[in-house]
């Protein structure tokens, strides 16, 4: 896949406040993702270059990559310094340089999802003498090719400051959106696909892909879309990687989430308990 495509999904989740519509915006795009692809796109959705449990960091401070812009658009590294104290933001600052940079490359391509993934993950394993200058290239590499709108979110990306607005919450959503059915009146307005008439939760034990489930009321419509919810939250608690429940949803199907269990080494997603309503209740 392209980086544009990605990048072009950032600029549209940036451009709404709505909740329902970024949902909608991921869980369009995700249909599109192959499975090779899906756990990076799924980390890069969320600005992250490494899954949770990984400890190992870019290291790229914001002065080294004012140089890699530099070098990529052929401007003194003062006047990107001045254009980002300006713009407060050093991926508009990237994308404006973009857009008139005075060096043209004659073999530059077009930027892949997994060109971007392992230039920005070779920084973390760079140590020792000449390390800065080695980074520089590897992000002005990706930068010299990029377009004015990739260049934007490659630095956000870079310096952990994406913006996109992707939480975990819409995340899951576009994941219920994208893999499982819809639930008529909840999320979805009209019948699309086979539908499967459900009676109550019981029905749910073998859900097909892309259905529309037709509930006899809307209480019970809600119930339904609530269980397939939780049930893709209990896989990210237990697994802390919504990439791992995306490829389990994408290659196995709803059912296999009700086996996730805990993996020895990989920590769990904790969370606080909600209020206690008195002192009984919270012991």
Known sequence: MNYIDLAEVYEKIENTSKRLEKTDIVQEF?????????STIIHLLQGKIFTANDEREVGMSSKILLKAVAKATGENPLAVEKLWSREGDMGLAAQKLIETKKQRTLFSQNLTVNKVITNLQKLAAMTGEGTVNKKVDLV???LTSATPLEAKFLCRT???ELRAGVGAGVLRESLVWAYLPRVLGINTEEKKGKVLEAKNIESLKHIEKYGTIVAPDDKIARELYDYISATVQRAYDLTNDFADVAEILMEKGFDALKDVLLSPGKP???MLYEKAENIKDAF
């Open 30 to 38: 995700l249909k599109k993702v192959n499975a090779k692809e899906l």
């Open 140 to 142: 002005a590499e990706l």
């Open 158 to 160: 870079v310096t952990g």
């Open 268 to 270: 769990i997603k904790v």
